[in-house]
């Protein structure tokens, strides 16, 4: 089971760039990494998901790096919306069950 | 396209009394889990149903908590007799078999 590990909290002001780490040292060969976002008092929403290098859509970048065993998740010019707990998850399409959300990392960003 | 959608929003009881939670997935996705969110902690996993099978309970605790997927559509969550400790948020999701799981808003239950 890849554990992940991730900052409790993070500040940030609105506008600048976020890059939230996390590190999964275990990961396996078939894991994917995911990345959830969670506003207070709403199911978790998927972000991005990747496998190795970046990753990019519309709303963050992933980056991997070729070892795997940490992620960062890359959220441009945030927002006061986007003050929210991210997840950071490893599991695979046979063992998803076991995904492992941590307690996250609380973003809180200010004015 | 809908969402997982779960009833009631919030639910207050009284402790010993029993309650229900009900969950309907996405159109399509056979995979449906149920979470307890604790305030402060991330998910975790009670139970998994691939279509009506529970193929993963060994988080659910068997003595109070039941679930049921009959038709492998809709399910439910049940706990009874309440204690003051299941007070938390109950999350029901669902994927296609792919790495994405869609969360609903969430059953709020506070046992009084």
């Known amino acids: 089971l890849a554990k992940t590990t991730q900052p409790i909290s993070m500040d940030s002001y609105e506008g600048q760039e976020v890059n939230i780490t996390c590190s999964h040292n275990?990961?396996?060969?078939?894991?994917?990494i995911t990345w959830y976002q969670q506003f207070p008092s709403q199911g978790p929403r998927f972000i991005i998901q990747g496998y190795k290098t970046k990753v990019t859509n519309e709303v963050a970048s992933l980056f991997i790096p070729a070892d795997r065993k940490s992620s960062t998740l890359s959220l441009p010019r945030v927002s006061l919306s986007d003050t929210a707990v991210y997840y950071c998850l490893v599991g695979d399409n046979d063992n998803f069950n076991k995904f492992y959300f941590g307690s996250g990392t609380k973003l809180n960003v200010k004015p | 396209e809908a969402g997982v959608v779960q009833s009631p929003r919030y639910k207050i009881i009284e402790k010993k009394q029993p309650v229900a939670f009900w969950c309907n997935p996405i159109s399509g996705h056979n995979t449906l889990y149920w979470y307890l969110q604790n305030l402060g902690q991330g998910p975790e996993l009670l139970i998994r149903?691939?279509?009506?099978?529970?193929?993963?309970d060994s988080q659910l605790p068997k003595d109070r908590f039941s679930a049921e997927r009959l038709k492998g559509v809709d399910s439910t969550l049940k706990i009874q007799p309440a204690e003051l400790g299941d007070s938390a948020v109950y999350l029901c999701?669902?994927?296609?078999?792919?790495?994405?799981?869609?969360f609903g808003e969430g059953s709020w239950l506070t046992v009084v």
């Open positions: 999701a669902s994927s296609d078999r792919g790495n994405t799981i869609y």
């Open positions: 149903y691939e279509n009506e099978e529970a193929v993963d």
């Open positions: 275990n990961i396996a060969t078939n894991d994917y």
